[in-house]
């Protein structure tokens, strides 16, 4: 389906669109109106992106809602936007998380209201772009638009090293974004000089087959590298506590429930079908550091005294574990990833937002200055309790379905990485529960406790959604993974038929469209089917003559 303009755009481009009405015709000193027009332009947004969810195709693996316009024709440059079941989830996990923001700031943000919330909308059409992008420059239009209003959230909003934390934040990001793109130029002149089209069309460029060799592996690296600082896999995550701890709670939930997901999109969208044999070749490595970062992260996590870092570390552990699942490069592992990355934004981005609702009543986020709020502030205590278990993988709530699938493709790959990053769910509990302990049991250590007020109508708000959907997916998670198996498979299927390929040309050429979509359409009804993916289909011999759990022996490590 090609339209001139249609729902992606529309879902874009509103916020961008609210925020100039806002800079325009709400007057800076009515604070109130500037409230509430952020909160219903972002509402309307995700109102505007259900469709995306009722009207998806699950068992179509090609892109969907696609929109096409020439904007740069001269050049190879076109609008092309569109989404798969990769990308659907992320779009709609940032629709919604957006209003649930703006109301959690509702009293946290008290100076320059109006260019915070003008900063917020840009900020959501900037993420919103990024997942929909089909073209690599309104890709990088996207990448670096998103950038300048997250600045600002940190080092305007922020706490007392906002300037230190954002100017991390920015120049750790451009330095990724500077070899992206000149990674980006190299693959538009490598595909020009072969077929004689310039392009930066992404599924044009995806059904070009790369030779293997050092220009491939060098534009794999430098994506890589772009990617792997924004999920932040280790050892590029020390941007990261710096910016969660001085952004505001806002900040802080955005950054962790949709900007993070940006690098592991990144890889999934672009490292795995334009580089396959570069991500066979070092999906060791990422791998391996994968499973670095989950320990580590959840290590350095149960030291933590401040609430707001011991949640911010444990993003580098989760995020970890999406990483992982990703290179396992089988359906179980992927899809999990999938799903993972949609639920460390809902787990996550619940613990932000109750840490930031305690710190507005006691101004500290040391462990230390609580103990005893059960007693004081038992809603407030329940609730808490719900996202520290969704957070550590409790069956039955979300976390338990993303992990339970990426340890069981990582066990296919390498079974002893996989046990050492079984270890990262053990040292979830121990993190977690302990920090929960000595925040909301035992005794009243500090006066100033006995005074705390319960959850208000607008917090109870705030939270309900979200937990709501943690228990959704932890007791019902077909209804997520169903949207994506089909693409995953296509994406598997894309990745062997490509490294095929290559491994017998010794000058680039171009692959045919239908020799990486035929597998998935042939394989679309069964993979509805979440138990034929973890027993029929990893029994079934690939086109490489590997088995689907096991993809490339080359993934396994030296």
């Not at 992982?324 to 613990?351: D, E, R, Y």
């Not at 993974?481 to 296509?490: D, G, L």
């Not at 390929?501 to 990486?516: G, I, N």
Request: aromatic letters at 12%.
């Amino acid at each position: 389906m090609t339209l001139p303009i249609g729902l992606l755009t529309v879902v874009t481009f509103l916020p961008a669109l609210g925020a100039l009405l806002i800079m325009v015709a709400v007057p800076r000193r009515n604070e109130p109106a500037l409230r509430w027009s952020g909160l219903v332009v972002s509402a309307a947004t995700f109102v505007a992106s259900l469709p995306l969810w009722t009207r998806f195709d699950a068992g179509d693996a090609d892109m969907q809602f696609e929109e096409t316009l020439r904007w740069m024709p001269g050049l190879g440059v076109g609008y092309h936007v569109g989404v798969d079941g990769i990308s659907v989830l992320l779009v709609l996990l940032t629709t919604f998380l957006m209003p649930i923001t703006l109301a959690s700031a509702w009293h946290a943000i008290e100076d320059r209201t109006k260019e915070f919330v003008i900063a917020m909308l840009l900020l959501e059409t900037g993420m919103i772009g990024v997942f929909v992008s089909l073209d690599l420059f309104l890709f990088l239009v996207f990448w670096e638009a998103m950038l300048i209003p997250m600045y600002f959230v940190i080092g305007v909003w922020g706490g007392a090293n906002r300037i230190y934390a954002a100017v991390k934040f920015v120049l750790y990001t451009m330095v990724g974004s500077a070899l992206m793109l000149v990674a980006i130029l190299a693959l538009y002149y490598q595909h020009g000089a072969a077929t004689g089209v310039y392009t930066f069309d992404l599924p044009t460029l995806t059904r070009y087959v790369l030779a293997p060799g050092l220009a491939q592996t060098l534009m794999f690296l430098a994506f890589s590298l772009a990617f792997a600082i924004k999920v932040p896999l280790f050892p590029f995550h020390t941007w990261l506590p710096d910016a969660h701890v001085e952004a505001p709670t806002a900040g802080s939930v955005i950054l962790a429930g949709v900007l993070l997901k940006m690098g592991t999109y990144g890889f999934l969208r672009f490292c795995l079908p334009l580089f396959p044999d570069a991500s066979v070749d070092y999906g060791a490595w990422v791998y391996a550091l994968a499973v670095i970062g989950i320990v580590y992260g959840a290590l350095v996590s149960t030291v933590q005294p401040d609430l707001k870092k011991l949640v911010a570390y444990s993003s580098v552990s989760h995020l970890g574990f999406v990483m992982l699942g990703l290179f396992t490069l089988t359906p179980q592992g992927m899809v999990g990833a999938v799903i993972q990355m949609v639920n460390h934004g809902l787990s996550t981005g619940a613990l932000f937002l109750m840490v930031g609702m305690i710190y507005e009543r006691r101004h500290t986020r040391l462990i230390s200055e609580f103990g005893g709020l059960w007693g004081v502030i038992p809603a407030f205590s329940a609730l808490f309790l719900i996202a520290c278990l969704s957070s550590l993988g409790l069956p039955g709530l979300n976390g338990f379905v993303g992990e339970f699938l990426i340890l069981l493709g990582a066990f296919t790959v390498d079974k002893w990485l996989a046990a050492v990053a079984s270890t990262g769910v053990i040292l979830a509990a121990v993190y977690l529960l302990w920090m929960y302990q000595r925040v909301a049991l035992g005794e009243i250590r500090n006066e100033a406790n006995r005074r705390l007020v319960d959850l208000t109508p607008r917090e109870w708000a705030v939270l309900v959604p979200v937990l709501a959907l943690v228990v959704w997916i932890g007791v019902y998670p077909k209804a997520f993974t169903a949207k994506t198996e089909v693409s995953v498979q296509a994406l598997i299927a894309q990745v062997e038929s490509k490294a095929s390929v290559a491994l017998h040309k010794t000058a680039p050429v171009v692959a045919q469209a239908e020799r990486s979509r035929e597998p998935s359409r042939l394989t679309a009804e069964r993979s509805r089917e979440p138990s034929r993916l973890t027993a029929e289909r990893s029994r079934e011999p690939s086109r490489t003559g590997h088995r689907r759990n096991e993809p490339f022996s080359r993934l396994s490590l030296p």
